[in-house]
């Protein structure tokens, strides 16, 4: 039944052997940079690639400020910690995503709480947010360091405050983030975009995790581009920035000699031998781009003459780097042999992640109704993704 699919996957990847899901793919730029960062001994915490890295980051993106990190689940915490998230306190984000965006919250002492996505962005849905906070928060009056006093969104049932929402931009394809900002600006609430798959993502001109208050990014092995392991965080205000870089160096006060450190703060900077392979990598993220959205028109197009399943094509007014390509099945009851029958063609396919509530950590955290997710996972599948080499 998946024959005609099979063939026009083989073809597409011109080739007979294994088709892994997405591989990252390496050319002679790669290698000399990471030679040289070798070369010039700077491997470690300082070095010219870092700061190389990150300017083009920041002019790449659109962001005032981008800080580089060791993964993207640091880039995480430190943004949730930047908008001011602290023990006991809760955030607000999807059941349907990678566990690191659970485990950034949890990593602060924080508690996470799921509300449902939408079918079409697989993102966080504003629909669903609106209604979960109108059932669960109060506002309360807290003062606030420098005495002026503040609206505070707090957990009606937990009595916890309420202090950031974390929404995801699944696969790529962005999620309804103006409006998201829109309803937590309204109650004072942070926002910060976990866009870790979602460079080269853009709602209208704008680029993803630019939205809210801060956005993270990942450079891990399998997303748009590599460095290893990687992260970053983007924001569009220079106070915000300033503080990233301070806290995910130590909090070293610059000084020719001294060890001067003002805060308890983190070591999460990128080593620079990651930032050149990083650097050689954004350098060639435009023909990756193209190359992906390349792929998705042809399954796209393969698609709108099947019957059996639906392509996740990019929402309306957003450009998604189609970071890995999902279609949702008709029949949900079909999904394991459709997995099995691809995956014993040696082409990897793989369904959605399990649901952040269905993980034993997080089974007992608070969740509105999450419908949409259910559905989601139950029939989505994720098709090979990577560019030729
Ligand atoms: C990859 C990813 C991260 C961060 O991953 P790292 O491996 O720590 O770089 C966070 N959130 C999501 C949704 C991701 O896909």
Redesign the pocket.
Known sequence: MYSDLIQLIRSHYRTEGSIPLHAPTFQKKDRDYVLDAINSTFVSSVGEYVDRFEQQLAVVTGASRAVATV??????QTALRLVGVDYGDEVITQPL??V??AN?ISHLGAHPVFVDVDRDTMGLSPKALEAWLVENVVMKEEVRRGSKSVLQAYNKTTNRRIVAILP?H?FGHPCRIEEIVDIAGQRGIPVVE?A??ALGSYVGKTHCGLFGDIG?L???G??IITCG???AILTTSASLGKRAKHITTTAKVSHRWDFEHDEIAYNFRMPNLNAALACAQLERLQKILMEKRNLAHVYSSFFKEANWAMFQGEPENTCSNYWLCAITLEDAALRDTFLETINDQEITVRPAWKLMTELPMYVNCQAGSIDNARWLQERLVNLPSGIVA
């Open positions: 993964n993207g689940t640091t880039a995480l995503t990678f690191a965006t950034a995801m699944t976990d870790a798959e993270v990942s450079f891990n399998n997303k392991g990687g992260g």
